[in-house]
């Protein structure tokens, strides 16, 4: 989800508040589902009929007010708009919102699982089968190939349920295949918000991973993250901005530009250690074991003490060319291009 796009659709209303992570809405929401259903239903074509379909005597797991902090999650408003008023992407994101917000009204996805140990002369070869039993509210998502939060893993494509435990079988057929191992998939949008909540378990130091999760304890939805739902969202738009990342076929990819600034700094500043570290000295100041005036002079060491590294320092100078490089101010730092 773009978060410049989602952004203009706050103060339009057509949806809630959108500088909110949750997943979660209060439980005196649901009461309001008949008319947020009816809205969708006059305001999208395209979920016209998935949206009077919703069965509001359902309640989802989503509504449970226990798990809601500061915002709840982001959902259409009641009201009625004119899709024909905004552009193409601001549409688009509407109506992701608003799907998700229909599938909270729609039975769950059940399927049967068959799971098999086979032994053969004393080697263990294990797989599943699963095969669907209700589609439910996976039935609007039919059209999302390549989602892999969607899509249902299944080691084996037959029906297995036919094997009766115990039984021994023939051995038809045994070959080998050789197979590298696949390298991480690029993120999308939501992959990639949902993985700056768990960057934890990218660190190496068990004390900074400790730090990072300990200071998400108790916080729904995150597991050892950095930033926050506002902030997120933010940074990866100023990324954009900036160049430094493009997306492409819906994933989200480094430029050169970004690749080479990545390249040319400390490597503190690509590690979430700092976070947790400044996160642990924050903690320092609430318990009053720490000054305020410490903490701000230790950040303000730190950033001359960067700013002398790369005055001293020959960096290759990028100047990207085309609209879409257009940046908002530029500066020259001993021949370094710095774009803000």
């Known amino acids: 989800m773009h978060p410049v ?17 949750s997943s979660y809405l209060n439980d005196d929401q649901h009461s309001e589902a008949p008319e947020v259903l009816k809205a969708i239903s006059r305001t999208s074509s395209i979920l016209s ?17 226990k798990n809601v902090s500061a915002h709840h999650a982001i959902i259409p408003t009641a009201a009625v708009k004119n899709l024909n008023n905004i552009n193409a992407d601001e549409a688009k994101i509407y109506q992701l919102i608003a799907r998700a917000y229909i599938a909270q009204f729609y ?4 399927y049967k699982q068959t799971i098999i140990d086979i032994d053969i ?28 939060e969607i899509n249902q893993v299944s080691e084996c494509k037959d029906d297995l349920e ?23 998939p690029l993120y999308t949008m939501s992959a990639l918000l949902k993985d700056l909540t768990r960057v934890s378990k990218y660190v190496k130091d068990p004390r900074i991973k400790k730090l990072l999760l300990d200071k998400d304890k108790g916080v729904k939805g995150e ?19 900036r160049g430094f990342i493009e997306e492409k076929s819906k994933k989200v990819r480094s430029t050169v530009l970004g690749n080479t600034f990545f390249d040319q700094l400390p490597e503190i500043a690509t590690l979430p250690d ?15 074991t720490m000054s305020v005036t410490e903490f701000v002079q230790g950040v303000e060491t730190h950033i001359d003490a960067e700013i002398e590294r790369v005055k ?7 100047v990207p060319t085309g609209p879409k490089w257009v940046s908002l101010h530029k500066r020259t730092v001993c021949n370094v291009a710095i774009y803000l």
């Open 121 to 148: 002369s004393g080697y263990l070869f294990h797989t599943t089968s699963n095969v669907m039993v209700r589609n439910g509210w996976k039935a609007l998502y039919t059209n999302d190939v390549g989602n892999d």
């Open 312 to 318: 001293n320092t020959t960096v290759t100078q990028i």
């Open 162 to 184: 036919w094997v009766v435990a115990n039984s021994k079988l023939d051995c038809d057929n045994a070959y080998i295949e050789a197979k590298a191992t696949k390298p991480l």
């Open 107 to 110: 039975p769950k996805y059940q």
């Open 5 to 21: 796009y989602h952004r203009i659709l706050y103060p339009c209303n057509n949806a809630t508040y959108n500088r909110s992570d």
């Open 223 to 241: 597991h050892g993250g950095i930033g926050t739902a506002a902030t997120r969202s933010a940074i990866i738009e100023q990324l954009f901005k």
């Open 274 to 288: 700092l976070t947790a570290l400044w996160h642990e000295q924050l903690e320092q100041v609430r318990a009053e």
């Open 49 to 65: 009929k998935a949206a009077l379909a919703g069965d509001t005597q359902i309640k989802s797991r989503a509504f449970n007010s």
